[in-house]
């Protein structure tokens, strides 16, 4: 039966459409900056303690960084991916509320957060490439809780997003990359994890002619060097986390590729876990839109030590310097960001580099 709706409640519906409108433009115009500036101080605090040979200290430095710049941030957050159940971390663990206390009469939004830290520990443990502080944003129940569990994973770039299959045999699936790009086989470059898991893959993806990088840790930057054209690679393949699963499908839809993964699910805990999730189906293949479903989106990384994408934390007399790379889904906004950190004295000078 149709009923006629009050103009009070279509008063209340303009006014709740129109706080969402603010909301969703605060999300990604305003947090995107705040997120960048999260991940830097993580960097910098980390990567003062690079190449000491500490992985724990590493991160831990890097945490309390990310905690305290959190807290100054306008959002109601959610931390949906961390360091750990509530037991397991004293911060930036699963369920923890943060965000800046807000003004009477002000409603900041609520946002989910997935964060890393320092992805890439051992490597800026040992001042090896390609360690970064990252984290991904959205708004209520746009990323997936993960398990804290290994998860099969298969990352490509915008031209070959809806060509490849984590089922198909990795000479297959390289093939298929192949003739998207236009290029040989041998042309190709694969990143994967240096793991005795990944023998057989290895052996396969050398079989089938193309070239491969192996790396010690960091499958997320890897995940978005797949996705950027000019980097020189062109897959990622292989079992990692499944929590950096979900980071790098958020980056994934801010950059137009592709993930497909699917959890290992190997042990009891984890059979608990996922029935707990409502997740049924334990062989289901998650695409990027399945593991970061939100429709407003912010991606933030920056460089620890040098990498393919951003450079390492540079640090000189005056201050430092931190390249970041900041994405947002909705305006479709992909920023490389250099900021130089000025320390606080009165002759300080900027000097370009």
């Keep these: 039966m149709a009923t006629e709706t009050k103009p009070e409640f279509k008063n209340h519906a303009k006014k709740d459409a129109a706080t969402h409108a603010v909301f969703t433009k605060h999300?990604?115009?305003?947090?995107?900056?705040?997120?960048?500036?999260?991940?830097?101080?993580?960097?910098?605090?980390?990567?003062?303690?690079m190449g000491q040979g500490d992985r724990k200290h590493s991160d831990h430095v890097a945490t309390e960084a990310m905690r305290r710049v959190m807290d100054t941030v306008p959002m109601r957050g959610t931390i949906v991916i961390g360091e750990g159940e509530r037991d397991e971390a004293p911060m930036l663990y699963i369920g923890e509320k943060v965000g800046a206390a807000p003004p009477q009469g002000v409603d900041f939004?609520?946002?989910?957060?997935?964060?890393?830290?320092?992805?890439?520990?051992?490597?800026?443990?040992?001042?090896?490439?390609?360690?970064?502080?990252?984290?991904?944003a959205s708004e209520r129940g746009g990323l997936l809780h993960a398990p804290d569990c290994?998860?099969?994973k298969l990352v490509v770039g915008p031209s070959c997003k809806g060509k490849v299959d984590l089922d198909a045999p990795a000479k297959d699936n390289l093939?298929?990359?192949?003739?998207a790009l236009?290029?040989?086989?041998?042309?190709?470059?694969?990143?994967?994890?240096?793991?005795?898991?990944?023998?057989?893959?290895?052996s396969d993806i050398r079989a089938a002619g193309a070239r491969i990088k192996l790396i010690g840790d960091g499958d997320l930057s890897?995940?978005?060097?797949?996705?950027?054209?000019?980097?020189?690679?062109?897959?990622?393949?292989?079992?990692?986390?499944?929590?950096?699963?979900?980071?790098?499908?958020?980056?994934?839809?801010?950059?137009?590729?592709?993930?497909?993964?699917?959890?290992?699910?190997?042990?009891?805990?984890?059979?608990?876990?996922?029935?707990?999730?409502g997740i049924t189906d334990k062989k289901k293949i998650y695409r990027s839109e399945d593991l970061a479903?939100?429709?407003?989106?912010i991606f933030a990384a920056t460089g620890v030590t040098e990498g393919s994408l951003m450079r390492g934390v540079r640090f000189f007399g005056e201050g430092t310097r931190t390249s970041s790379i900041v994405m947002t889904l909705e305006t479709g906004a992909v920023r490389f960001v250099?900021?130089?950190?000025?320390?606080?004295?009165?002759?300080?000078?900027?000097?370009?580099?």
Aim: a negative charge; proline letters at 4%.
């Design 27 to 49: 999300l990604e115009f305003e947090l995107a900056l705040e997120f960048m500036r999260v991940v830097e101080e993580a960097a910098i605090a980390s990567a003062k303690t």
């Design 109 to 136: 939004p609520e946002v989910d957060i997935a964060v890393d830290p320092l992805e890439g520990t051992n490597l800026c443990a040992t001042g090896s490439a390609n360690a970064i502080t990252v984290l991904a």
């Design 150 to 152: 290994y998860m099969e």
């Design 175 to 179: 093939q298929a990359i192949a003739k």
């Design 182 to 202: 236009d290029r040989d086989v041998e042309d190709l470059v694969v990143i994967v994890l240096d793991r005795p898991r990944h023998e057989k893959l290895i």
């Design 222 to 277: 890897a995940g978005i060097a797949a996705a950027v054209i000019g980097t020189g690679v062109h897959a990622v393949m292989g079992t990692g986390g499944a929590p950096e699963g979900v980071i790098t499908a958020a980056a994934m839809r801010c950059l137009n590729g592709e993930i497909q993964a699917r959890l290992v699910i190997d042990r009891p805990e984890l059979e608990a876990r996922i029935a707990k999730m």
């Design 293 to 297: 479903p939100g429709k407003h989106i």
């Design 338 to 353: 250099e900021s130089i950190h000025l320390e606080k004295r009165p002759d300080v000078k900027v000097r370009f580099f």
